[in-house]
């Protein structure tokens, strides 16, 4: 039984291995979510092998009394399902800050978090330079504003190059 087991997982591992895909070198665009509040991120992807690449997402938010922004850095591995569809895995982190408009003088409200997340997400490659992707992102915060798990889901719109 362990033998079998073994044998699966690397024919597992082989065939992942074998079905390396060629990425974009770059992609820049939007990853539209809730994001714990921050909505839209600026998202960037930039390939570094043939399967796998790193994703920068800069969310910024502004509201009635509070001020924001969220950084998420992360590492993905890609594999090809038919053409261009391919789905994706990764695991990164962030920082985050908050700042609260209407306080006392003196009094310091603003926040900073950090955050491990992950990420699972299926994408579609056009023929021409668009990418169109959704993932899931469970964030696990550390801070005060955030101490929480955060699930956040979102549709990537990118233009690569």
Known sequence: MKRLFLVAIAFIGFTAVSNAQDISD?????????????GA????????????????????????????????GLYQWVWNIDGGFNWYAGVGGGVGSYSFDNVPPGFDDSETFFFAAGDVGIEYNFDFPLQLSLDARPELGFGDFR???????????????
Not at 26 to 38: E, K, P, T, V, Y
């Open 26 to 38: 770059n992609a820049i665009g939007l990853r539209l979510g809730d994001s714990d509040g921050f």
């Open 41 to 72: 991120e600026i998202s960037y992807q930039r390939g570094l092998g043939d399967n796998n690449r790193v994703e920068i997402d800069l969310g910024l938010r502004s509201g009635n009394g509070y001020d924001g922004f969220k950084l998420a």
């Open 147 to 161: 101490d929480d798990l955060d699930f956040d889901i979102a549709l990537g719109i990118r233009y690569r190059f």
